[in-house]
């Protein structure tokens, strides 16, 4: 009898010492977050209809600040080509709002935007239907 019960302590003790400690298990806002931290993606979407095209080349540095480049392009109806160009830069942060996962700026000009976002099974970054985001590599962080 002694030998069974020491027998289940050690395989209670193996179970116990194996499983995932409470509070160490990496939320999906800290994947998130640090999915984004350091890194520049590129994000493309269509912005006023299948004519438009808009892209942002987004740093997020760890520090908490953020620098933007982007560009957008439209065919107008007269087949020309209308180009604008714009830059950011600002703070940005990630957050949870119940089990939602918030990517959050707020540009230096005041403007704040919320985006919520999903981490898929592979890895990436869902913004939405038509986003796209592309990691590019290491931010350019000054």
Known sequence: MVKQISRMLGTALVVVITAPKPGLAQSEAETVRSL?????????????GPTYSTY????FCPSGSYFSQGGSSRTTILENQ????????GTWSVSELGNLVVVQSRSVSGQVT???VRLLPN???????????????????R
Request: aromatic share 6%; charged share 20%.
């Open 114 to 116: 919320a985006l919520l």
């Open 82 to 89: 209308e180009r604008r160009s714009f830059n950011d830069e």
């Open 56 to 59: 942002q080349q987004i740093s």
């Open 36 to 48: 984004l931290s350091g890194r520049t993606i590129m994000v493309t979407y269509r912005d006023g």
């Open 123 to 141: 890895g990436r970054i869902w913004v939405g239907t038509g986003i796209t985001v592309i990691p590019q590599g290491p931010a350019s962080c």
